[in-house]
């Protein structure tokens, strides 16, 4: 079974920053739109951010916009979040998605998915 694997999360204050790196254990997603999601104990799982096939079209959550930048690297397979001026609202499980429509923003888009990376923001 394909496994998409994260890294990258940790404890981060407050201002800071983080890259979180997604790769598949078996197979590229090359022609495969990849996105990264977070959820909260409680709460649905929301979507961050989405990244065409190409990498030339990124779409964002408005809460991370400015802030959070999405890129693949299909030569290495794997893609990337980089998180800036981390907040304390955005400590979550952070999820790679592959498999999806169009820079899709909805969890039912997407097929495959990561185990998640724990994100967490301190004052």
């Known amino acids: 079974q394909v496994q998409l694997v994260e890294s990258g999360g940790g404890l981060v204050q407050a201002g800071g920053s983080l890259r979180l790196s997604c790769a598949p254990s078996e197979r590229t997603f090359r022609g495969s739109a990849m996105a990264w999601f977070r959820q909260v104990p409680g709460k649905a799982r929301e979507f961050v951010a989405a990244?065409?096939?190409?990498?030339?079209?990124?779409n964002y959550a408005d809460s991370v916009k400015g802030r959070f930048t999405i890129s693949r690297d299909d030569a290495e397979n794997t893609v990337y979040l980089s998180m800036n001026s981390l907040k304390l609202d955005d400590t979550a499980v952070y999820y790679c998605?592959?498999?999806?429509?169009?820079?899709?923003?909805?969890?039912?888009?997407?097929?495959?998915w990561g185990q998640g990376t724990q994100v967490t923001v301190s004052s």
């Open positions: 990244i065409n096939w190409s990498g030339v079209m990124t």
């Open positions: 998605a592959a498999g999806g429509s169009y820079l899709a923003t909805a969890t039912t888009s997407y097929v495959y």
